[in-house]
């Protein structure tokens, strides 16, 4: 095994072991002590990875986004705008659902977001790109003649808003089923511009 590889599964597991104490702790009970002793670690050890738990968080947010990015990467190969934002509705509710501590982890972290710039500066630019790729589908759907006119922008953030409050409710068995939010976002959403 390479040393960067052998890196990348120590960061890894140090990840996991974060997310846990966060989850059982919240952000403020979670201390650098208790996520090296649930890593395996000597607390010298932590600090070669990582400087605070600020930043694991931080890294932690970025490596639990990567699945969201590779969603939308995939939707985008799409010739089809119809088809490709409604396998986004589906694979992106999916996901979470299937993801329960992630988003348990995702609410925690939202709490301190307000409180540090940086993860403030993380989040707004991931919800701008999530926005803008949104809208250009919607956009690319009324160009490639699928989608009648409406207000791409707006309905981008209503549609990303509602599926992501909704996740608030399906972390607590809340509501409708996964397959039922699914359909019904995609009937709202997108049946209703298609031409």
């Keep these: 095994m390479t040393r960067k590889k052998a890196k990348e599964i120590r960061t890894e597991e140090i990840i996991q072991a974060a997310v846990k104490e966060f989850l059982e702790r919240g952000?403020?009970?979670?201390?650098?002590?208790?996520?090296?002793?649930?890593?395996?670690?000597?607390?010298g050890g932590l600090y070669h990875h990582f400087r605070s738990?600020?930043?694991?968080?931080?890294?932690?947010n970025h490596k639990l986004s990567v699945p969201e990015e590779e969603i939308f990467r995939r939707v985008l190969?799409?010739?089809?705008?119809e088809k490709g934002l409604k396998e986004f509705i589906s694979e992106y509710v999916s996901y979470w659902m299937d993801n329960k501590e992630n988003l348990k982890f995702y609410f925690l972290?939202?709490?301190k977001t307000f409180e540090d710039e940086k993860l403030s500066d993380l989040y707004r630019r991931y919800a701008e790109d999530v926005f803008e790729m949104l809208e250009s589908m919607f956009v690319?759907?009324?160009?490639?003649?699928?989608?009648?006119?409406?207000?791409?922008?707006?309905?981008?953030?209503?549609l990303i808003s509602a599926i992501n409050?909704?996740?608030?409710?399906?972390?607590?068995?809340?509501?409708?089923?996964?397959?039922?939010?699914?359909?019904?976002?995609?009937k709202v959403?997108?049946?209703e511009i298609v031409i």
């Design 27 to 43: 952000y403020e009970g979670a201390s650098m002590d208790n996520i090296a002793r649930r890593a395996s670690l000597s607390k």
């Design 109 to 111: 972290s939202m709490v």
């Design 140 to 158: 690319m759907g009324m160009q490639n003649r699928e989608f009648r006119e409406h207000n791409p922008a707006g309905r981008s953030m209503t």
């Design 77 to 81: 190969l799409n010739r089809s705008m």
């Design 53 to 60: 738990k600020d930043e694991i968080l931080i890294y932690a």
């Design 165 to 186: 409050g909704m996740l608030g409710f399906m972390m607590l068995d809340v509501g409708p089923s996964g397959q039922e939010i699914i359909t019904y976002f995609q």
């Design 189 to 191: 959403f997108i049946d």
